[in-house]
């Protein structure tokens, strides 16, 4: 009796350590040991202890929508001269391009000589271009001289004869100056030559640059041949010509007239003589 008792109570006593023992179910260890992996830099999460339940899987969060990027408001655009305008310094003003009013007021004789043209008194002469006007001088000799040199100019007088030369003795100058140093020379004289005109003085011919590049809006014809107006009227002064006038409508004008200030019916004309040797003349100006 006792026997069966005691078989008994260590029945019990097995049966109550067994149901009392955990229950692993197969996998659950590496569940609990897995986990998201922190982001660089941030610190690992330490693992639960082992028997503790499985934390849930952690899920990551959908990602959130990136607002567009502010699009950049467009580049200025960039500054442009205005319609005709030229990069860099701008002419004069009251000058055309390529004429400028003021020169440095020394000037550059241009080199070389030619034989004498013409009959009778021979004046020398020379050739000067103020510097920074942008002239070549020994250009403008050549050209002055074929001028001087031509049978329709006023070696046709058989009186007059010229010589370009570059150095010795010399009877006058034609000296291709700015505006204002035209002006200051010519005024010394009491010559009123307003930014515009040429002058005669003492032994120079007086050439204002802006003449000489882009003629004048009275005479029809190339710029050479203004030049050779200009050249004509200032020296037919040196011997000894005044001013003259229209000599009728339709007419060549004079190259003694001052043609700039209008033509009174005539038509531009740039030599005192015409090809076959007659004298342009009209009637002289008080």
Known sequence: MLTALVAAVLILGGTLVVLNRPVVLPGAERTAQARV???DGAAASTPPPAGAPAAPAATTAPPQAQPPAATPPPAPPAATAAPGAAPGAAPQPGAPEGA????TGTFTVA??????????TVRRYRVEVEDGIGIDPTASATQIQGILADRRGWTNDRKNGFQLVSGGTYDFTVKIASAATVDRICGAAGLDTHGEVNCNVGNQVLVNVKRWTVGSPQFDGPIDEYRALVINHEVGHRIGHGHESCPGPGKPAPAMMQQIYGLKGCKSNAWPYSAEGGYLGGPAVP
């Open 37 to 39: 992996a922190p982001p």
């Open 100 to 103: 400028p009013a003021k020169g």
């Open 111 to 120: 080199q070389g000589s030619a034989d004498p043209v013409g009959r009778g």
